[in-house]
């Protein structure tokens, strides 16, 4: 079965530059989200789209900005980047339930680790 | 959404049962519990949720008590593969995801 597709798997930056995260959700998956996790940390919700809009936020710093677009996938940029941006960042996708309303439960993709020098 | 309570760690025979426990005693009527688990850098891992009943799947079972207050994860006969820190969720199922500090589960030989 298809998952959740993440590119780059692995980048490397330098301090103030800038960085660009893709995710493509598993097929007629509405809904996506983003997470962050620092070393020996737990995942943090940085955001999440439905229906190419934004559904939640969590911590995410204002240097980052993400979107989705018209099939499903989203990007997340990240700007003016920081040692401390270093770390594993996942996607998850999943589907809204308008009958339940509920998001059922989400599939995460492999990750891409940033990392900033 | 309410907050959790895990083990920090756990260890379990290979090909016994994993019984994780987890507190959520300020959860509300309209929030389920769900488990997920990360393996070694990996992404998260869906495993089951519940909202009352108690629930089974071909991973695992979950125990929800009958005041909701806890519930309790079980991998019927656990493997090295299942090794793994296990995150214990509540949550309304909206768009937002929190996760605590899960427990660290060790499977030995």
């Known amino acids: 079965a298809a998952g959740v597709i993440q590119s780059p798997r692995h980048l490397i930056k330098e301090k103030r530059e800038t960085a660009t995260l893709k995710c493509y959700p598993i097929?007629?998956?509405?809904?996506v989200y983003w997470y962050q996790q620092g070393p020996g940390q737990d995942p943090q919700f940085l955001i999440s789209?439905?229906?190419?809009?934004?559904?939640d936020k969590g911590s995410i710093p204002d240097r980052f900005s993400a979107q989705q677009f018209s099939d499903y996938h989203s990007e997340l940029n990240m700007s003016s980047l920081e040692l401390g941006d270093s770390a594993l960042y996942f996607c998850?996708?999943?589907?809204?339930?308008?009958?339940?309303?509920?998001?059922?439960?989400?599939?995460f993709g492999p990750g891409t680790r940033l990392t900033v020098t | 959404d309410a907050k959790t309570t895990q083990p920090t760690s756990m260890d379990c025979a290979e090909g016994r049962a994993a019984n994780l426990p987890c507190n959520h005693s300020?959860?509300?009527?309209?929030?389920?519990v769900y488990w997920y688990r990360q393996i070694h850098s990996q992404g998260p891992q869906y495993i089951i949720h519940?909202?009352?009943n108690n629930e089974t799947n071909e991973m695992a079972s979950l125990i929800i008590t009958e005041d909701r207050k806890s519930s309790t994860l079980i991998l019927p006969h656990a493997t090295l593969r299942d090794t793994a820190v296990y995150y214990c969720?509540?949550?309304?199922?909206?768009?937002?995801?929190?996760f605590g500090a899960g427990t660290r589960l060790f499977v030995k030989a």
């Open positions: 789209f439905y229906e190419k809009m934004q559904s």
């Open positions: 519940g909202l009352k």
């Open positions: 969720i509540v949550s309304v199922g909206g768009f937002k995801t929190i």
């Open positions: 300020t959860i509300s009527g309209n929030e389920y």
């Open positions: 097929p007629r998956h509405d809904t």
């Open positions: 998850a996708s999943s589907l809204w339930d308008w009958v339940a309303g509920e998001v059922y439960e989400q599939y």
